[in-house]
């Protein structure tokens, strides 16, 4: 039987989906990440298909989202997008250790995956923590400046100004993959993108994976393109579930 708990780890509020009879044992930790505008709870699908392979799944919710919302609609916070991912990041070790302390993961054995911005956290998490032994981006990017410069190139100055963006850029510099693909370290990373996705393009990303699949610290890439645009099919909720069943 899959359980599903609501729990608060690390203040941060998260729903942990795992089978009863592993419950108090030490299992893989995979942690999925949700979308722009989405919940937790929004995909409870994934950690289904995790926790059925015998990982304990853990779904965050990020600020401004589900438990985290504040007073203001979630699309009014659109130039804080990068601010939300940057706090997904830092907050990732401090849930792990959480974790680890009650004796039910182990540092060795812990994942990431999430779709759209839940996939650039994805990215931003392997760039930052060189511990994490896999992940696998759905629909986000690893081209964290090439997809900033052009998510604001329509954005009016004082909507934002050229240095609140040279700001953000400079942040997001240091967690770009594509800049610093050595950061890989030859771990596992999977990727998949639809090439109809018209809000996460996908040939950045498909460049990426071309331009380092035969280096040495990008020989567990991995990549699926199928022609869907910017939503998830089950198939390849099934994919990443197997894929971390692999890594674990």
Known sequence: MIEVHRKT???IPVLEVIK???REEMRPLVFFYHGWTGTKEAVLVNGYELAKRGMRAVLPEAIFHGERKDHLETEEHFMEFWNIVLKNIAEFPSIVD???EMGLA???????TGL???????????ASYPWVKAGD???????FVDFTQKMLAGVDEATCS??????TIAQLEVLDLSLHPEKLMGRPLHFWHGTEDDTVPYQPTFDFYLKNKSEDFGQSLT???TDDGHKVPYKITIEMAEFFKKQF
């Open 106 to 112: 182990s540092k060795e054995q812990v994942g990431v």
């Open 20 to 22: 009863e009879n592993y």
């Open 223 to 225: 990549f699926t393109t």
């Open 116 to 126: 759209s911005m839940g996939g650039i956290t994805t990215c931003g998490v392997m």
């Open 162 to 167: 050229s240095a609140e963006v040279e700001e």
């Open 98 to 100: 959480a974790y680890v």
């Open 137 to 143: 981006c759905l629909m986000g990017t690893p081209c």
């Open 9 to 11: 780890i690390a203040g």
